[in-house]
């Protein structure tokens, strides 16, 4: 865990400090597409060899979205709330 706090202070560090050029910039945006796309292809293959998560799909599934919806609902439920609260502030 402490190596990933060290390389996550080590590139805030790099960045605000602004020691990387513009061209340093666009080939990290594409490295981290590409580990990225890496990352998720294998994270795909744990999960289509675990037996387990394959039979517990349709569970998981329903469970997955259900927490989709909520999350989304939920969300919009509190900018609702908080834009009108902002907006009778904002009028006063």
Do not use: D, H
Request: aromatic residues 10%; charged residues 15%.
């Amino acid at each position: 865990m402490g190596k990933i706090f060290l390389a996550l202070g080590v590139g805030f560090i790099i960045g605000f400090y602004g020691l990387i050029k513009e061209k340093g910039i666009k080939i990290n945006c594409q490295l981290q597409t590409l580990w990225l796309l890496l990352l998720i292809f294998c994270m795909g293959v744990s999960i289509g060899r675990n037996g387990e998560v394959i039979e517990n799909l349709p569970t998981l599934g329903g469970k997955a979205l259900m927490f989709a919806i909520l999350t989304v609902v939920g969300s919009v439920i509190v900018v609702f709330i908080l834009s009108r609260f902002l907006e009778k502030e904002e009028k006063e």
